[in-house]
């Protein structure tokens, strides 16, 4: 088993983190709250809320079947929990992190704003893979590699048994971005987490649980690796708003029903769409979008605005020439926009 904390830089390591009023308490029963300088008169948000989100997690812990102690929770979104890992294992200007392309775009500019440089290696035919250049493009200063499954633009998920081949193969700690895993048959890596110290499981509540607006995304590691998260995040990073909201819908709500329809129209759009004369390909998805190449992208981007509707448009990435990302909407949505693309000419 790897010892994670050998990827770690060393000021992270040694750092202690910023004790908060809130910590300092060691219960008691006190009514009388002096200690953080809020503002005394009770309207429902003038408190701190809890700096480690202890309910929060034990809600989130017995929904994902881990230990608290395996999570750590963003309240800026899995954005947060993307950005952090590189602040925790990558020394600017020396380290390196390495990348399936064409991927999420967050994973590049958090490289960059903490100056290091991300090596991007192009999947395989047909969106596979490419374990063995992942490992080939690594050296001994890669200490993070990010594998999108279900990989955003491409829709499609890898195996997990290839994910966990390549945790054991890499010298480094192995990030997946598990955004869209709630609509994938291959399934997640939490059920493995406890045998991979160097896997890092990033998860959100804004795509199947229908809570973007809330931005909470989660990472999931080994206890050692959470604990570093949760040295160096921002004291209060999840609001108590939030932290409520998101405690009070996972307990009322089953999200199951909304998903197994998604996933329904997601095969019902791409079966209707392959037949439309603009489209050239549809690619398989374990997503909640669709890939699509087609034949005028600007001019379909455009036509489609101009009838109220907005995909998104990745024909300039690499690896997507020509193609469109939609998102799988209600049954009326992608009706209409099924009618929009077979009426294209
Ligand atoms: C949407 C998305 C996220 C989620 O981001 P939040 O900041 O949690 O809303 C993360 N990774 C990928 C690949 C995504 O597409």
């Known amino acids: 088993m790897k010892n994670p904390l050998q990827y770690v830089r060393p000021n992270i390591l040694a750092l202690s983190p910023y004790s908060t009023a809130r910590d300092e308490f060691k219960g008691g029963d006190i009514s009388i709250w002096l200690d953080a300088n809020e503002n005394p008169y009770e309207n429902g948000v003038n408190r701190y809320p809890d700096p480690h989100q202890k309910e929060l997690k034990a809600c989130i812990a017995s929904l994902k079947r881990i230990s608290p102690e395996q ?46 440089s991300l090596r991007e290696v192009q999947l395989d035919t047909d969106y596979a893979l490419p374990a063995g250049r992942l490992l080939q493009a690594a050296d001994e200063r890669t200490k993070l590699m990010w594998i999108c499954s279900p990989n955003n633009p491409t829709g499609n998920a890898f195996e997990t048994s290839r994910l966990e081949a390549l945790a054991e193969a890499f010298d480094g700690m192995l990030v997946v971005d598990e955004a869209y895993v709630d609509f994938s048959p291959k399934g997640s890596l939490l059920p493995v987490l406890d045998r991979h110290p160097n896997l890092i499981v990033l998860q959100t509540l804004s795509k199947a649980w229908g809570m973007a607006g809330l931005r909470l995304g989660m990472a999931f590691a080994a206890p050692a690796v959470a604990e570093l998260y949760a040295r160096i995040k921002y004291p209060y990073n999840v609001n108590g708003p939030t932290q409520a909201e998101v405690i009070r819908r996972i307990g009322n709500s089953d999200v199951k029903p909304q998903i197994k329809e998604i996933i329904s129209q997601r095969d019902h759009l791409s079966r209707a769409l392959a037949s439309a004369a603009c489209v050239q390909k549809v690619y ?16 379909i981007y455009e036509y489609l605005v101009h009838h109220g509707t907005i995909v998104r448009d990745r024909s300039n990435v690499c690896g997507c020439k020509g193609c469109l990302r939609l998102t799988v909407g209600t049954p009326e949505e992608n009706s209409r926009l099924i009618g929009l693309l077979q009426d294209f000419r």
């Open 284 to 299: 398989p998805s374990d997503a909640n979008f669709l890939l699509i190449r087609v034949s005028r992208p600007a001019d």
């Open 71 to 116: 999570i750590f929770i963003g309240g800026a979104g899995s954005d947060e929990a993307i950005d952090l890992a590189f602040r925790i294992f990558c020394e600017p200007g020396k380290d390196n992190a390495v990348a399936i392309a064409p991927s999420y775009g967050v994973y590049k500019v958090a490289a960059a704003t903490n100056n290091i």
